[in-house]
Structure formats: C-alpha cells, structure tokens
C-alpha cells in the first residue's frame, strides 16, 4: 500500500515563502505529483518529480530525493489566492494517485 | 476546450437508495479516473478506465459500486444501495496517459 504524510496547515504573510514536507512509503513508485484545491473544488495539477532533483514553475518548485522518499512543494512570493490546500500524491505506473491528506495554507495580509 | 464535467453537482440520498453520478472526460482523454474524499480524509482512488476497459478496480469500496464507461467517452458510477459510510464528495479525472491529471468538480454525495 502507500502512506504519506504531510503537514495538516500552515500560516504564512504574503510575501513570503512556504515549504510543504512530503514523506512517502510506498511499492511501486514511479513520481511524486502536487495538486492544489480550492475550497473544496476541482484539484489542479501543480508539478510532477520522477527525477531526484527540483522543478521549478514560475513561484512554485518541487523538489524530489527517491533514496529519502521525500518531496517538498516551495511556495515563493506567496500571495493571498495561493490560500488553498495543497496535495503530494504518488504516481503508480499508470498514473494512478495515492494521495497524502493535504494541507492548509493559509496567507495572511 | 472543456475540462473535466461532472454531474450532479450534489445530490442527496436516503439509505437504501440508488445513485448515478456521472463524469464527462476531456475529449480524446483514454484514461479515466474515479476518486473519492470521504469526511475530510484523504482523497482515495476507486478506479481507472482506459477507453471503455477496467485498467484497475482496485479501490471500489464493495460490490455496491459499479462503473461503466461506454464507448470509451463519459463513464458513470453507480452506488446502490446506497450506505451513510458512501457520503463524501466523488471526483473525476482524465488524463492522455501522461503525468497531469485532470479532475471536475467533484459530486457531493449526502445519504440520510
């Protein structure tokens, strides 16, 4: 089976940066994707690792270690509609999404 | 282009009853996906069509759930007899077989 685990919130000011941890256990790992929803609407892809090494899409970056099953989401400049909840999710080989719990960010003025 | 529709937007049900949510892909999209956030949990796969075959069923819940997509176009999701455990909000997602996926609003499923 998979388990992740990733904060459940975090507090930020506009402007500043956020980090979101992303730990995984998991059998058949072939990426690690973040998905962002807002207030409970449709999940928007936000990036996908299969390689060790970080992504970088305009104000967010990912960043993935397979030897540490880790990831993280940076979220720099932060501004308030990022306020949403963000996803890490493992990818099988066929693209199925195994989801972590998500979490919370909310940014402050 | 049309994202990812999916209808209804929220129905409620009592125990017992039968309902039928169904999703419309993004045209020429091969994959189709069902998952499911039940209570605030994590969101949870159910299952994943490529064109009208069953790729992987391996997270419907029971035999109370049934998925069909035929002709490999929009696909519907069939619970019945509904349970109070089934409440939670049923999301749909399409992909061209590639990493992103792309999901629709999701239906939110009450039953009394």
């Known amino acids: 089976g998979q388990s992740l685990e990733q904060p459940s919130e975090v507090t930020a000011v506009e402007g500043a940066i956020v980090q979101i941890n992303c730990t995984y256990q998991?059998?058949?790992?072939?990426?690690l994707s973040w998905y962002q929803q807002h207030d409970g609407g449709a999940p928007t892809f936000l990036s996908y690792?299969?390689?060790?090494g970080l992504e970088e899409t305009g104000r967010f970056s990912s960043f993935l270690s397979r030897s540490d099953s880790y990831g993280y989401l940076l979220l720099q400049e932060l501004q308030m509609k990022d306020s949403a909840s963000y996803f890490c999710?493992?990818?099988?080989?066929?693209?199925?999404?195994?989801f972590g719990a998500g979490t919370t960010v909310t940014v402050r003025a | 282009e049309a994202g990812v529709t999916q209808f209804p937007s929220h129905s409620v049900i009592e125990k017992g009853q039968t309902v039928t949510l169904r999703c419309d892909p993004i045209?020429?999209?091969?994959?189709l996906y069902w998952y499911r956030r039940v209570m605030g949990k994590e969101i949870k796969f159910l299952l994943h069509?490529?064109?009208?075959?069953?790729?992987?069923e391996s997270g419907m819940p029971n035999n109370r759930f049934l998925a069909e997509r035929t002709g490999g176009t929009y696909s519907t999701l069939k619970v019945q007899p509904a349970e109070l455990e089934d409440s939670g909000v049923y999301f749909c997602?399409?992909?061209?077989?590639?990493?992103?996926?792309?999901f629709g609003p999701g239906t939110r499923l009450t039953v009394l």
């Open positions: 069509f490529v064109k009208e075959s069953k790729q992987d």
């Open positions: 998991t059998s058949g790992f072939y990426g």
């Open positions: 999710a493992v990818s099988s080989w066929d693209y199925k999404l195994s």
């Open positions: 690792n299969a390689l060790d």
């Open positions: 997602a399409s992909g061209a077989g590639g990493d992103e996926q792309f």
């Open positions: 045209s020429g999209h091969d994959n």
